[in-house]
């Protein structure tokens, strides 16, 4: 289980040492794109909190993965954290525990409040009541508010290997595996979700075709009726071409450590087809399509002129 890894990472250690020495903050603020991963990070610090160590058969425990520990109030109740969420947390914790000593709050991306929210916790966050501990998570620091990054200690929390998400994700198919743990970057909760997804392998070689396959212009509109067969998942191939890319140059550098494991048979032909500055313009594009989606470009304008000026560079560029 995810909670089993977790107890483990060097993060969690550093905090059960400031938990036995009485020196952990009561405003913790944990930094990472797996929004699965952090929240499932704040549940165990939450029984470290309850108990003062992480106790497996403590009632503590049990009922915060029971989803039932009155103690433990999760935020927000809804998509984002709204001002309504904000004014009942500071309502809340000022309320005594039911069943533990301690009450803890999980706040989930903060980065995604309302300023007006975030700024209705500073000074909850600054002074906390007598035994109320609050869990911030954010993929990004940078959009959570400057005073409320101050009034937190801060975590980065680390990555996970990829054999330990390989074993946590284990059943849905060595392929399938193998793809999700390399598209998945270190993300547990991303490595599932691409497990889920219906023809996630053959998203991936058709992605991948596209560098390896696509020769010339008449072909552009074959690969693109192929590629928007999978939809509203523009961003995902985008990304798959990209990590595609990244393997291509490895193969160039004479490195064999391919993240698109079981493609080398498609990619050790082909590489010697693009130089190093044609792989590296192409990125830049993939940038500028990327940039294209959030602005609400047609999105099948978008991929047939990304797919002939990746043919357009690979030419120029010889």
Do not use: Q
């Given at each position: 289980?995810?909670?089993?890894?977790?107890?483990?990472?060097?993060?969690?250690?550093?905090?059960?040492?400031e938990c036995e020495s009485d020196k952990l903050s009561k405003s913790l603020l944990f930094i990472s794109k797996d929004n699965l991963y952090s929240f499932e990070f704040c549940k165990a610090i939450a029984c470290l909190i309850f108990d003062g160590e992480f106790d497996e058969k403590s009632e503590n425990n049990l009922k915060v993965y029971?989803?039932?520990?009155?103690?433990?109030?999760?935020?927000?109740?809804?998509d984002k954290l709204v001002v309504a969420d904000a004014q009942e947390i500071v309502a809340e914790s000022f309320i005594k525990p039911i069943f533990a000593e301690k009450k803890v709050f999980i706040i989930k991306n903060i980065d995604e409040a309302m300023e007006v929210a975030q700024n209705k916790l500073l000074k909850i966050l600054e002074e906390p009541p007598k035994n109320v501990y609050f869990l911030l998570t954010c993929n990004n620091l940078n959009k959570v508010l400057p005073t409320i990054r101050s009034r937190c200690n801060k975590t980065e929390l680390k990555r996970l290997d990829d054999e330990i998400i390989k074993k946590l994700i284990h059943g849905a198919g060595e392929e399938e595996e193998n793809l999700a743990v390399a598209v998945g970057d270190g993300q547990i909760g991303k490595a599932l979700d691409l497990c889920k997804k219906k023809d996630?392998?053959?998203?991936?070689?058709?992605?991948?075709?596209?560098?390896?396959k696509m020769k010339t212009s008449k072909e552009v509109l074959i690969f693109s009726k192929k590629l928007q067969n999978y939809?509203?998942?523009?961003?995902?191939i985008l990304e798959i071409i990209s990590i595609a890319i990244s393997d291509l140059l490895k193969i160039k550098a004479g490195k064999n450590d391919?993240?698109?494991?079981?493609f080398e048979h498609e990619f050790e032909p082909v590489a010697s087809e693009y130089t190093v500055r044609a792989l590296c313009e192409i990125s830049f594009l993939i940038d500028n399509v990327v940039k294209e989606k959030f602005y609400n470009v047609n999105s099948t304008l978008s991929l047939e002129n990304f797919l002939l000026n990746i043919l357009e560079v690979k030419y120029l560029c010889k």
């Open positions: 289980m995810l909670k089993d890894e977790i107890i483990k990472t060097w993060d969690f250690l550093a905090l059960v040492k029971a989803n039932s520990h009155p103690d433990l109030k999760v935020f927000p109740l809804k996630f392998v053959s998203l991936c070689k058709d992605a991948a075709s596209v560098l390896t939809k509203d998942e523009y961003l995902l391919l993240r698109l494991t079981g």
